[in-house]
């Protein structure tokens, strides 16, 4: 199986932060071509509020966040980990548990999350090296404990082990 590299403050494999829009499109066309799919991109451009470009195919996606036509943040999301590993620090980004992922980060820079409970937050952030891991909801086994939440979640309870694992990564410049 083929993998990307994720490289801290520098990019995802060939994409690199500080390549201009056109230069991301042209690598991810021609990354495109040799592992993944053979559909073709969708390109949303960014409006007033959304400043990130979403560049999709039919099984997953990249955003890219520009400023000056220069790539300042570059995230992939968990549905490539079909056809290929995503690896920081030689770690399977989305095949390793949230709680696995965060503890091995803090090896190389402090954590920032958005809620009370680190345990518990869907944003993480990795200032010193330009990593922030994203998921949509928060969940962990410790919330299993907790009948109220058991009976408020009855009946999407085996949908939230996704959420055990993250959903994006991203890397962002200095």
């Known amino acids: 199986m083929e993998y990307i590299e994720i490289i801290p403050h520098e990019g995802i494999g060939?994409?690199?932060?500080?390549?201009?829009?056109e230069e991301i499109l042209f690598t991810l066309e021609q990354l495109h071509t040799k592992w993944l799919s053979e559909q073709s991109f969708d390109i949303s451009k960014p409006s007033d509020i959304d400043c990130?470009?979403?560049?999709?195919?039919?099984?997953?996606?990249f955003m890219?966040?520009?400023k000056n036509n220069k790539a300042v943040e570059i995230a992939v999301d968990y549905e490539l980990r079909e056809k290929m590993k995503i690896e920081i620090y030689g770690i399977d980004v989305f095949q390793t548990t949230a709680e696995e992922l965060i503890s091995n980060l803090k090896n190389y820079s402090v954590c920032n999350?958005?809620?009370?409970?680190?345990?518990?937050?869907?944003?993480?952030e990795f200032d010193d090296i330009g990593i922030r891991l994203w998921r949509e909801e928060p969940f962990h086994p410790k919330l299993l404990s907790d009948e109220s939440y058991i009976n408020e979640m009855r009946e999407v309870i085996d949908e939230m082990y996704q959420y055990l694992y993250f959903q994006i990564i991203a890397v962002k410049s200095l």
């Open 52 to 61: 990130y470009t979403r560049y999709q195919d039919g099984s997953s996606f």
């Open 113 to 124: 999350y958005d809620m009370e409970d680190e345990l518990l937050s869907t944003n993480y």
């Open 14 to 21: 060939p994409l690199k932060l500080g390549m201009s829009s």
């Open 64 to 66: 890219v966040k520009y």
